[in-house]
């Protein structure tokens, strides 16, 4: 069985170096004799390998020392919890509505303290990102919360919003390390590993530490950011194996250049889809040009019939998981980093045969 071009949105491609490496060590890591899955979260090699893990992301992205770096558990889903109950002192929070991502966390937060959706672009299904000005901020707020990269809907924010004194809360869950970032505009940045980080399981989390130890008395313990912190993300077992390829992505992301240099090449990936979709006469794209993500790109024929005929037969072509999101419909081609140039070029020179054949 040859492997495939995999444009799943998530769980997704992880870079094949990264699979070989871990098949190599699967069975005997080091010389411990044992498997990462196997080993004591306590022992000396699991400890150099989340020591290791979290200086290389520090490194890729540049992490001031006054942040932590946690590896967490629980998802996106989790921190959609996790952060109003850290964060909240005076209990109100505002949050921009740019799908179904952020209309989630939206919901969540609302369960502890009053939410106010600054903006939202649900009016015209999610494709655009809309215009943020600061006269429509709370200054009062104890967060702003913005879903950076929208999975679904493929839209990404081009421009951090200036949130002045009030913490900016990002869920980077589909675009970590998919472009450079300054870190610093953010108080805490969440993202899920199964998109762009590593195998699903841990999630991690980049918190200035002005924002530790605020926790309502009511916090779960596990959910408790000082807790993890404080004990360097080993308060309890970790999802050690998770962390582990989580850290061998990172190696590859530093043997390819690091994070800009991956920039570079998830434009060049993401121009030569848009580039078709804009000159296409089946094809289209769904998104406004100026709010396009580098990850997620959705596309319709304008045909139910005809998308079902191009998902089934690109999958007959190894190119698989093309399908929308189900409250979409259309095509959806996710093109994180593991994804290479040559599966997007493969992708597009299918898409023109389609093209050809069923004008
Ligand atoms: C996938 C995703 C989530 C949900 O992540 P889980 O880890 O499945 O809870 C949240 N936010 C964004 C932007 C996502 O892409």
């Known amino acids: 069985m040859n492997r495939v071009y995999n444009f ?11 699979l070989e490496q871990a098949q190599k060590e699967l069975v005997c890591y080091g010389d411990t004799g044992m498997s990462v899955m196997e080993m004591s979260h306590r022992s000396k090699a699991f400890d150099d390998i989340i020591k290791q893990a979290e200086a290389d992301i520090r490194d890729l992205m540049n992490i001031p020392d006054n942040y932590k770096v946690l590896f967490l ?10 952060v109003p109950l850290n964060l909240y002192k005076k209990g109100k ?7 179904q991502w952020a209309k989630k966390a939206a919901q969540e937060a609302k369960k502890w303290g009053d939410v106010h959706i600054v903006a939202s672009s ?8 809309p215009k943020l000005d600061k006269s429509m901020f709370d200054p009062e707020a104890d967060y702003f919360h913005i879903t950076y990269n929208n999975t679904i809907y493929g839209t990404r924010y081009t421009k951090i919003p200036d949130t002045g004194n009030v913490p900016l809360v990002g869920d ?21 590993a199964q998109k762009n980080i590593g195998p699903a399981g841990v999630t991690v989390v980049i918190i200035r530490e002005d924002l530790l130890g605020n926790a309502k008395p009511e916090c ?4 408790d950011y000082k ?10 077992t970790p999802p050690c194996y998770a962390i582990y390829v989580a850290g061998l992505v990172f190696k590859w992301l530093k043997q390819m250049g690091g994070v800009a240099e991956m920039q570079k090449v998830n434009e060049e990936k993401a121009g030569i889809l848009y580039d078709f979709l804009d000159n296409s006469s089946l094809f289209k794209g769904t998104v406004v040009p ?19 005929k191009f998902i089934k037969e690109a999958t007959a072509a190894g190119l698989v998981n093309l399908k929308g999101h189900r409250t979409v419909g259309g095509m959806r081609a996710s093109i994180y980093n593991a994804m290479p140039v040559e599966g997007v070029k493969t992708l597009v020179e299918f898409m023109k045969k389609f093209e050809t054949e069923n004008k």
């Not at 649900?122 to 990102?129: P, T």
């Open 8 to 18: 799943s949105a998530g769980p997704s491609m992880l870079p094949l170096p990264v």
């Open 220 to 223: 779960p313990t596990m959910l």
């Open 227 to 236: 807790i993890h912190a404080d004990k360097d993300s080993l308060f309890n």
């Open 172 to 192: 980077l869950s589909s675009c970590i390390m998919s472009e450079v970032i300054d870190v610093t505009k953010f108080g805490l940045i969440y993202a899920g």
């Open 290 to 308: 100026e709010d396009r993500s580098l990850m997620n790109v959705p596309f319709v024929t304008g045909d139910d019939d005809l998308n079902a």
């Open 122 to 129: 649900e009016d015209k299904v999610y494709s655009y990102i």
């Open 93 to 99: 929070a505002d949050y921009v509505q740019t799908g």
């Open 73 to 82: 558990q629980g998802g996106g889903n989790t921190q959609f919890a996790m």
